[in-house]
């Protein structure tokens, strides 16, 4: 791998390969995934908390509202410049934190990672993210 551009793309991939694995393995209900009572965390049939992670009704529609508003703004601006770069940075935006989201959660069963270490990791994604927006505007992947 030749850029951190490069680096930044196959760290998604792996993010959100890991998270679609994650996704089947509960999906086929081998491992439940549970809280520190033991209750199922994965009760819920909402395709929007199997998609994210996000289990709160109120985030889910905070995060379908900002991807609407930024998919209008997405297809504006490409209109506007007569490119689809707008609407892929957009698409990669959405599976980039949507995997994320669902990764964090999944490293957070059980309390077996501090929250303070996820939010370090957090801040090292945001880079990442960075990094692969800036690689992806000026084409040097």
Do not use: C, N
Not at 22 to 43: K, N
Not at 96 to 104: G, H, N, Q, R
Not at 118 to 129: E, Q
Request: glycine residues 12%.
């Amino acid at each position: 791998m030749r850029s951190f551009y490069q680096i930044a793309i196959t760290l998604t991939f792996i993010l959100f390969i890991f998270s679609l694995l994650a996704s089947f393995i509960s999906s086929t209900g081998a491992f439940p995934f549970t809280d520190e009572m033991g209750i199922s965390i994965e009760s819920d049939s909402d395709w929007l908390t199997k998609f994210t992670g996000l289990t709160d009704p109120t985030m889910g529609a905070i995060f379908l509202g900002v991807t609407g508003l930024t998919f209008i703004g997405a297809v504006a601006l490409a209109v506007a410049t007569h490119s689809v770069v707008p609407i892929g940075l957009h698409l990669f935006s959405l599976v980039f934190w949507s995997s994320w989201v669902k990764f964090s959660v999944i490293l957070g069963y059980g309390g077996y990672i501090p929250g303070g270490l996820l939010v370090i990791f957090t801040v090292g994604v945001m880079f990442v993210f960075i990094a692969a927006i800036v690689g992806i505007l000026t084409g040097s992947g």
